[in-house]
């Protein structure tokens, strides 16, 4: 009965627009077709190449090569197997951590801003405590102290980046709440509950979707820090560790340092293209 | 005097890295003149060897302090302070004469300053020396040139512990008697020592300057106008200033070894390999379920390509390990203990052994799980640890890497031994009686850095005992070699390397190929 209110959420039309608007975005194609891309390597390299991870070959720090594509490492390891594995960790731990901080960056976003003045208040100052911690300090003591782990990793991360979204989302839903197809819902008689989660909460996701997208990439480059600097768990391959464990042998192969550096700029880039562009095509503003 | 021919050692152990040093020969005539500047990884807390064995302070001590003896390059130990000695028959009573000698402020060097210091300073505060101070009876001074030293019982490492490095570097009475050695200024601020070299000026943070000693009382020496030591505490700022020409030497404590083989094809600079022995051991807690069996130890050490390791993990540095003790103590070595014939890598064969043992793999094929730990500052620990876990993975034995700080780690694995299996490294310290026994005696569990495995094995305790109280090196070595026939058989530890670290330096730095663990720079020189 509610869906059939007519002023509920940007009619179809608009949406269609957006999608060709986004399809014939190359930025936007390329972005995306490198984020598929990594998708498709970090679920199916592992299982193509299992049990190999740890595989020692007999040369070590082999330049790349046809039999081993970007060369092997101090250990004799396959670089390009441990890139693989290294993709899994970082979209792992990236969209983990995305998804677990825009879950609560809504939720309590939504709460401050339809919940009244002094929730918003007390909410937001709370807010703006986890704003101003120096994230990658927090993460580094964080792990130093109760040890590394993927799963710790991705906690910390989502719990140091959930304020922005709760930023955008309070933001948004201020602006919905005044609008005149809410007061109309009320006029229906819908609970003040009922309104947050069916009429406002669906309407203000776009912008914070986009920012999910980049807070993908710089759960990456978190993650990678960290294992660079020896913070993640020597059990797991990670792009991060390779990039540590490649700096002490750049003079005698380069390709130990270079390949993981660019998988994360690649990765990082093509996930924030790939959030601006979003963000840029679902802006009311850039209509017309 | 003979130069030991140790800049070949590389490649008469089979090491990756063979080098070779030019030869006096070619150089010609020592030159006078220049100033050599030195790394040292942090600022100097004491220019102290007696009181600190930190390797910064220990490396701007011993330029400016002599010992009664200098260890030359190869273990040959040979006169400085003391210009001869003579020892007793039953090897008990040490009889030195002195060198007539004048401290940096020209006062006479007597033989009261080597009484005061070995008694007052070097037995009381110097973790190496107090070793040797426990067998040490008493210290006579019968004439100003003239010092007896009566020990308890025969032992042979003496000698070698009156030099710098140990510990026994003479300090000056008139300066210290009556004060605290580790508040003095001497010691903090002006050193004033015998050396080729006087302190000249101390810039907290970036460097220590030192000028020639023109009283030296070997005429001639030193050749240089100075050295400087310079703090870099960045390992890999080191390798660049050297290859910048900033500096002119690295000691092989602090030269990251990843950077060797950089140096190696260059040139333009040298590596001088380290004479003190010191092995990578993976010291194992015997008293853990499955690690109690010495089969499963010995199947662990047949599970591990101990060839492959040296040449990945470290680089091809050094050498791999063939016996308990480090290689390179040919004496003390056990000719039925030759791990490439008792253990070579077979990992069939461990399986065997494994099976043997009753360890039988589960639905995982997983025999046992063990965590396997190492100090995060150890550069080498990692690849070492990720390499042994893919090897045991073939035998069914499960490895999880558990690095930790060193402040953390190390109360954990020698005091708590709470820990499966870990990396460690041992220096020998020249002689089994200074820095291996420790490894395997029972008097040396719970404390740092002593016997972790909880192996406590009294025909072990009684051979060390005796080892260290015979006389001579054959007899010694006689005893030492039972001991490593049971400890080859035991295998508490696994030694899987031999550590060889190098110096590394310019070309045109001539001279430094004697030098023992801690630089003296009395023979260096600059070729233009």
Redesign the interface.
Known sequence: MQSSIPASGPDTRVRDRRLVRLLSSSVAILSFGVILVLLGCAVIGPIVYSGQELALTSASLVPPSGQSWLGTDELGRDVFVQMLFGSRTSLLVGVAAAVSATLVGIAIGAIAGFGSNRVDTVVMRVTEIFQVMPSFVLAAVIVALWGPGTMRIILIIAILSWPQTARLMRGEVLRIKSLDYVNAARCLGMTETQILWREVVPNALAPVLTVGTLIVGQAILLEAGLAFFGLTSPDVASWGKMLNSGQRFFYQGWWLSVFPGLAIFVTVLAFNLAGDKVAEIFNPRSED | MVFPMLSRIGCALGAGLCLTLPTHAQDGPPVSGGTAIFAVGSDPATINRNISTSTADGLVSCVVYEGLVEVRAGGVIAPLLASEWTVSDDNLVYEFTLRQANWHDGQPFTSADVKYTLEEVSAKFSSTFSITAAVISSIEAPAPDKIVVTLDQPYDPFLMSLNCTQGGAILPKHLFEGTDPATNPVSTQAPVGTGAFRFAEWRRGEYVKFERNPDYWDAGKPYLDGVIAQVLPQSSSRTQALMAGEIDYVASQIM?S??Y??LADNPNFALIPSPVPSIDVMVVNTTRPGLDDAKVRQALMMATDRD?LL???Y?GAGAAATMPFTNRMPWAADADTDYTKLYPYDPDRAIALLDQAGLMPDADGTRLRVALGYL?DD?DG??V???I???W?KVGVDV????GERAAMVPKIFVDNDYDLALVSYSSGGDPALGLARMWVSSAAGRCCGNPTGYSNPEVDQLFDQAQQAAGQQARGAIYAKVQHILGRDLPTLTLHERILSSGLTARLKGMEHEYYLPTFREAWLQD
């Not at chain 2, 999880?400 to 690095?403: D, F, G, L, R, S």
Request: net charge positive.
């Open positions: 990251p990843s950077d083989r950089m492959y040449a990945t993990a680089q995060s550069q990692p690849l640890a990720t390499a876990k893919s090897m993975s999880t890497i558990a690095p």
